[in-house]
C-alpha cells in the first residue's frame, strides 16, 4: 500500500465500550492518555459523575497542566441517577440535556482530536436522552475526530454506526467476595 493510499484511509473512529463487566472507562481513559501523550487534544465528558473525589479527575488536572498536554475532564452531572421505575428527577434531566448540549458544540466545533463521552451509553439507556439525537451528531462530527462512548447497554443503532465495539463482560468480580471499592483500582 502506498503511503497516498495509508493517509487517505485514515479517519476519526467512533468507538464503543460496553457491556457488564468493570473497565469500559478505565480503557477509554487509557485510550485518552495514550492520544494525549501522542501530542493529542483530549476531552473527556462525563455525563454521570458527580462532584465526588475521584483519581482520574486529579490525573486529568495534573496532566493538563503539563506543558504540551491537552488534556481536559468535565463533569457534566452530579452523581448516580435513580432508575428501575421511578421517575427520573427533573435536575438529573435538565444537566443530561445542559450536558449533550455542550457535548454537541465541542464535538461539532472541531477543536479536538479525542472526546470520550463517558457514561453516555447510561444516560440513553435510561431514556434521559434519545439516541438518534445522539447518532445525528456522530453521522455529522469532523472527519478527523475520535469518539469514545461508554456505558452499559450500547444502543443497536449507535453500535451500527461504530467503527470499534467492544464489550466488557463480568468474569469474576472482588464485590461478590464482599471487598469493597478500591481507591486507584475502582475510583
Known amino acids: 500500500m502506498t503511503q497516498e493510499a495509508v493517509e487517505g484511509s485514515r479517519k476519526g473512529l467512533l468507538l464503543i465500550h460496553t457491556g457488564a463487566g468493570k473497565g469500559k472507562t478505565t480503557a477509554a481513559l487509557g485510550t485518552a492518555l495514550r492520544a494525549a501523550g501522542n501530542g493529542m487534544r483530549v476531552l473527556v465528558l462525563q455525563f454521570l459523575k458527580g462532584s465526588w473525589h475521584y483519581g482520574e479527575a486529579e490525573a486529568a488536572a495534573a496532566l493538563n497542566a503539563l506543558p504540551g498536554f491537552s488534556f481536559e ?20 434531566l435538565r444537566m443530561v440535556e445542559e450536558g449533550w448540549a455542550q457535548a454537541e458544540e465541542e464535538i461539532l466545533r472541531g477543536d479536538w482530536d479525542l472526546i470520550v463521552l463517558d457514561e453516555i451509553l447510561y444516560v440513553i439507556s435510561y431514556k434521559m436522552l434519545d439516541p438518534e ?38 468474569v469474576k468480580h472482588a464485590y461478590q467476595k464482599g471487598i469493597l471499592a478500591q481507591r486507584g483500582i475502582e475510583y
Open 73 to 92: 475532564l468535565r463533569k457534566l452531572g452530579r452523581g448516580f441517577v435513580k432508575v428501575g421505575g421511578a421517575e427520573a428527577d427533573p435536575e438529573d
Open 133 to 170: 439525537r445522539v447518532a445525528e451528531v456522530m453521522r455529522r462530527k469532523p472527519e478527523m475526530l475520535h469518539l469514545i462512548l461508554t456505558g452499559r447497554n450500547a444502543h443497536p443503532l449507535l453500535m451500527e454506526l461504530a467503527d470499534t465495539v467492544t464489550e466488557m463482560r463480568e
